[in-house]
């Protein structure tokens, strides 16, 4: 069979300023043709880019002509210790917080204060009962299936292994220009079988309330480049993985229609490496909810 190559020439905006071109740009392809995303992905992959907002594929046409490239070496599997520094990854519930507004702010007091277990039992003996009404919406919480869609799992049935101590990198999208984060900032990371974080920096504005208005969103386009690359999970550390201004959450349906949990409202995710760790967000065992409060937190593979 000819072989084919691809040439284009393209245009790479970046989403905290300024651009690059390439000109009459020459790419190996398997058959006939290659879509223009296919060859944004190569772009941003190869080029090690970060912070992409738009790539515009120009100028392309299929020529027929021997490949440059030779196979890539099968790659090498290094094992690293799992006993490294520990970081919260959790904003801390407090009695009478707004984590979303519309919802109803926790209440937590004494279920059986100290004072009145001194009625109860012996001499010396004391003890502190809480109690917490809350909607399932608060602090830092995960999303599993059940909350958008009736037929999906809920938090008894998650398994765990998409939860506690998965390989998980971070994107990097602090600075950016626009609120959209779309599916280019995913192409540099390593996806399949990760936790993907995503570090907007919009904890900043946690319990102000500029943290309700303007939060960075991923785009639906991204969310479908997250599942099909098979991402076991998704993180955000602002107010909404989705768009809020409209009525449709095109990011939770398209995830969750995957089996991939959300967490939403993390935190300190400025402070881990882009790789090298793993993530934890594990959630009681509770029947028929789709919502619940979780200890996210990152352990580096080294200390």
Not at 117 to 129: H, K, L, N, P, V
Not at 146 to 152: N, Q, W
Not at 261 to 272: F, N, S
């Amino acid at each position: 069979m000819t072989e084919k190559r691809v040439c284009f020439d393209f245009e790479v905006d970046f989403s905290n300023g300024g651009g690059i071109q390439g000109q009459d740009f020459r790419l190996d392809i398997e058959g006939d043709d290659i879509a223009d995303d296919a060859l944004a992905a190569y772009i941003i992959r190869d080029m090690r880019l970060l912070m992409v907002g738009e790539v515009r594929i120009l100028n392309k046409k299929i020529i027929a002509e021997r490949h440059k490239r030779q196979a890539s070496p099968a790659p090498v599997t290094e094992t690293r210790g799992a006993s490294g520094h520990l970081i919260d990854l959790s904003h801390t519930i407090e009695n009478g917080m707004i984590t979303y507004k519309g919802l109803p702010a926790p209440l937590i007091c004494d279920h059986l204060s100290r004072a009145r277990s001194r009625e109860i039992y012996a001499e010396g003996t004391e003890f502190q009962i809480g109690k917490i009404e809350m909607v399932s919406n608060t602090g830092t919480y995960i999303d599993v299936p059940f909350h958008r869609y009736a037929d999906g799992h809920d938090l008894s049935e998650l398994a765990l292994k998409r939860v506690s101590n998965i390989p998980a990198v971070v994107v990097r999208v602090t600075g950016a220009e626009e609120r959209a984060i779309d599916w280019h900032h995913f192409v540099p990371v390593t996806c399949r079988g990760h936790a993907v974080l995503v570090n907007t920096g919009w904890d900043r504005h946690w319990r102000t309330d500029q943290y309700f208005e303007g939060h960075p969103f991923l785009t639906e386009k991204a969310a479908v480049y997250l599942r099909d690359q098979g991402a076991l999970l998704v993180g955000i550390d602002s107010l909404n993985i989705d768009d809020t201004t409209g009525g449709t959450r095109p990011v939770h349906t398209v995830l969750l229609a995957a089996e991939i949990p959300i967490v939403e409202h993390l935190t300190g995710l400025g402070a881990l490496p882009a790789e090298g760790f793993r993530f934890t967000a594990v959630p009681p065992k509770v029947k028929d909810m789709g919502t619940f409060p979780v200890r996210a937190h990152a352990r580096l593979d080294r200390a």
